[in-house]
């Protein structure tokens, strides 16, 4: 079975700092996809990154970016320089077989 | 591109009637779309997954007799909650992917709340 485990419910970061959220997941797979989603309070899915599980280059898109440690099976996300409206629930998920199984969740909210 | 619509994004219905949400994609052909059930503060749980033409493969748990998926064409999606009750209340959202050796994202609607009375 594909699981994916979120464990920080939530997370706060003053606006322009750092912060990393976690995510570790597991599946027997070899080809497979992970992504972040965000979702802000309009309940939108939105794609943060996404990372191919054959590449061994962390992906980045602007001011975000993921540590993939694949023997770990560990994907965790950073996001740099945080803004106000970096503030929502954030899902990593593992994409197999055309589905994906999402992970609990993080609430993040960014303090001014 | 690759928006994907839902409607209506809100919805009240008493218990025992049956209510039908639409999915569409706008601006492309979607092989496949896929209906989530997702909780307040939880995570989105996999429902069902339909193809175009064919018959909608269900998540184990989800009642099929409850939850119908109609796929009718390449850019709609239904789902109907036959005989709801307020144990049915939630948030519906559906995505769509194009074929997935070009396009491997799903892309999702705005969702839509259910609230059953």
């Known amino acids: 079975a594909q699981t994916v485990t979120q464990s920080q419910p939530e997370m706060s970061v003053q606006e322009a700092e750092t912060v990393t959220l976690s995510c570790t997941y597991d599946?027997?797979?070899?080809?497979?996809?992970l992504f972040w989603y965000k979702q802000p309070p309009s309940r939108q899915m939105i794609l943060v990154i996404r990372?191919?599980?054959?590449?061994?280059q962390n992906a980045t898109e602007n001011r975000f970016s993921v540590n993939f440690q694949k023997a770990a099976k560990s994907f965790s996300l950073k996001i740099s320089d945080s803004q106000l409206g970096d503030t929502a629930m954030y899902f990593c998920a593992l994409e197999y077989g055309n589905k994906l199984v999402f992970g609990a969740g993080t609430i993040l909210r960014v303090k001014s | 591109g690759a928006v994907v619509s839902q409607h209506p994004s809100w919805v009240i219905c008493k218990s025992g009637t049956s209510v039908k949400i639409e999915c569409r994609s706008l601006d492309f052909q979607a092989t496949t779309m896929f209906w989530y059930r997702q909780f307040p503060k939880q995570s989105l749980m996999l429902m069902a997954t339909s193809n175009e033409g064919s018959k909608a493969t269900y998540e184990q748990g989800v009642e099929k007799d409850k939850f119908l998926i109609n796929h009718a064409s390449l850019t709609l999606s239904t789902l109907t909650v036959t005989s709801a009750h307020p144990e049915d209340s939630s948030f519906y959202i559906c995505?769509?992917?194009?074929?997935?050796?070009?396009?491997?994202?799903?892309?999702f609607g705005p969702g839509t709340r259910l609230t059953v009375t």
């Open positions: 990372q191919e599980a054959y590449k061994q």
């Open positions: 995505s769509a992917s194009r074929d997935r050796w070009t396009d491997l994202e799903q892309y």
């Open positions: 599946t027997s797979e070899n080809n497979y996809y």
